[in-house]
């Protein structure tokens, strides 16, 4: 049964292309996607950590619950578009797929960290 604290969010999945740089190193592309899929969902908090060993970090983990089927994998970045958890999550783990015996609660889990860019 999906949390009825979570909040529904409308959000873009990014699918990101696979380049490989001048060294051989192969690395993804979410700037230039392979593809992205328009889709809606639910977003619920589920743990956060500030400090570790003295030294601020920031480490905001979701719950992600998806229409059975939603087109998402392990690499996948998901921007949310609404407030006021609009920004940029990238997929912590593959998705899981449950399947109920109904059909009815069917749904895709995907746990995602919030996506902060690192300083030049």
């Not at 192969?26 to 977003?43: E, I, K, R």
């Not at 589920?46 to 089927?69: F, I, M, N, Q, R």
Request: glycine share 6%.
């Amino acid at each position: 049964m999906l949390p009825s604290f979570a909040t529904q969010v409308s959000l873009l999945i990014i699918h990101p292309s696979k380049v490989t740089d001048s060294r051989n190193n192969h690395t993804l592309d979410y700037g230039n996607p392979d593809h992205t899929v328009a889709a809606w969902g639910w977003l619920n908090p589920a743990a956060t950590a500030k400090t570790k060993g003295g030294t601020e970090v920031s480490s905001d983990s979701h719950d992600l619950y998806l229409p059975e089927g939603t087109d998402i994998s392990s690499v996948c970045a998901v921007d949310v578009l609404e407030e006021p958890l609009t920004g940029r999550y990238l997929a912590d783990g593959e998705p899981r797929r449950w399947k109920s015996p109904t059909g009815r609660l069917s749904h895709v889990h995907v746990t995602v960290k919030r996506w902060t860019p690192e300083e030049p």
